[in-house]
């Protein structure tokens, strides 16, 4: 009983390798949608914390923004999220060179703008008058 353990491992091994292998069909390419141009959005004058938006955004076969949905809301960022990711231009994806419609997630990190107000020396009494 042994003695049969190699030989049928050896006449599995050899099976194999006479069996032809199936070709694999090309796998489709696809290629996501792609930003073309953006716009910034606005920081809200009343926010006081930072916040993250995320969007959903359905590309549509000539690029054009068919739908919004908000996956992650933060308000006061919300609309002005809304209002930025409207103005933007998107090259649409493709599968195997074709258009095709596809939804892309887009997140907006807001934290809290930075003033800088350039120093001045203050002016001495009757110097440059």
Request: contains cysteine; hydrophobic residues 40%.
């Amino acid at each position: 009983m042994r003695s049969l353990i190699p030989w049928f491992c050896l006449w599995v091994l050899l099976a194999g390798l006479t069996v032809p292998g199936k070709s694999q069909p090309n796998a489709p390419r696809f290629e996501p949608a792609s930003v073309i141009s953006t716009a910034e959005p606005v920081y809200p004058p009343n926010a006081i914390n930072p916040g993250t938006v995320v969007l959903e955004v359905t590309v549509g076969t000539e690029g054009q923004i068919e739908d919004v949905k908000t996956v992650r809301a933060a308000p006061p960022f919300t609309q002005e999220a809304l209002n930025a990711i409207k103005k933007w231009k998107f090259a649409p994806a493709r599968l195997d060179g074709q258009p095709v419609r596809s939804v892309v997630p887009v997140a907006f990190s807001f934290s809290r703008p930075t003033v800088w107000w350039p120093q001045t020396k203050p002016t001495e009494p009757g110097a440059n008058r």
